[in-house]
């Protein structure tokens, strides 16, 4: 199961990103800003910041998560993700004694094929370390090994990028994997910035409707919605 740690983050992000933003508009600079702004400003400013979309102060507080037991069929989503900084334990200096893997729900729930599922990764597994003792080295090696495989990594991301992936990966429609991670990410930041955390969610809740094909049912594809209006 996925495990995510806030590792460190800017100090007093939301006020971060309330300065940034109030140096355009204000003949004092961001020092005094930051000293000035009280709680209610913040809040109000970020509520103003978001439904405008001026989204750019947010770049301002950046967070970084230790993440680890994510496969490798879903460290590859994340870091299609460019907007962020990643550094991700590497299979050619690391050689996998042991194989941790993600087993999915859905495979638990058919007792037949999850033993099937086992044999064929503990099978994998073991012509790796066969091909480890052969002297074959562990960038090569690793080939043998499933997607389902469990990795470790670090990743930086600022408060723009985190309510942007957010928006595409707490969509229920995502692969369940990615949005068990962002579900955890989301409650970390919201231990620091509860304000901002209440800002990671999935598009629909901002445009009020669904824009992917087919909706889970929280609301209703555009199609849909013009249907109704007609
Ligand atoms: C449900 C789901 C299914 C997906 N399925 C597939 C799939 O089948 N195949 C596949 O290949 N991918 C798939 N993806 C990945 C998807 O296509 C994106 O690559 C990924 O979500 C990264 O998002 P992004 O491009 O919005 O933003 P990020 O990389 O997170 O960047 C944030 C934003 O910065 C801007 N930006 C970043 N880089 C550039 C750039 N070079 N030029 C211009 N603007 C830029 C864009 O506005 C972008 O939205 C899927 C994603 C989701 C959420």
């Not at 007093?12 to 800003?33: H, Q």
């Not at 994340?78 to 004694?97: E, F, G, I, N």
């Not at 997607?147 to 229920?172: D, F, K, P, W």
């Not at 910035?193 to 555009?222: H, M, N, Q, V, W």
């Amino acid at each position: 199961m996925v495990y995510v740690a806030l590792i460190s983050y800017t100090p007093d992000p939301e006020r971060t990103i309330a300065a940034a933003a109030r140096v355009s508009t204000s003949s004092v600079g961001a020092t005094k800003l930051m000293e000035e702004l009280t709680p209610q400003a913040v809040d109000r400013l970020l509520t103003r910041l978001i439904a405008s979309g001026h989204l750019s102060p947010f770049e301002h507080a950046s967070f970084t998560f230790a993440i680890e037991g994510l496969s490798r069929v879903t460290s590859h989503q994340l870091v299609r993700h460019r907007m962020a900084s990643y550094t991700q334990q590497s299979q050619r200096y690391v050689s996998l004694k042991e194989l941790d893997y993600i087993t999915p729900a859905t495979i638990s729930a058919k007792p037949e094929l999850e033993a099937r599922y086992h044999d064929m990764v503990r099978a994998a597994h073991r012509l790796y370390l066969e091909m480890l003792d052969a002297g074959i080295p562990a960038e090569d090696a690793r080939y043998v090994l499933p997607q389902a495989t469990e990795t470790r990594l670090v990743m930086t991301m600022n408060a723009h990028e985190l309510i942007h992936v957010c928006s595409l990966r707490l969509c229920l429609r995502a692969q369940w994997e990615i949005v068990e991670l962002f579900e955890r990410i989301k409650a970390e930041v919201e231990k620091v910035a509860p304000r901002l955390g209440a800002e990671l969610k999935p598009k629909c809740y901002r445009l009020g409707y669904c824009d992917e094909a087919e909706s889970c049912g929280i609301f209703p594809t555009a199609t849909e919605v013009t249907r109704e209006r007609r």
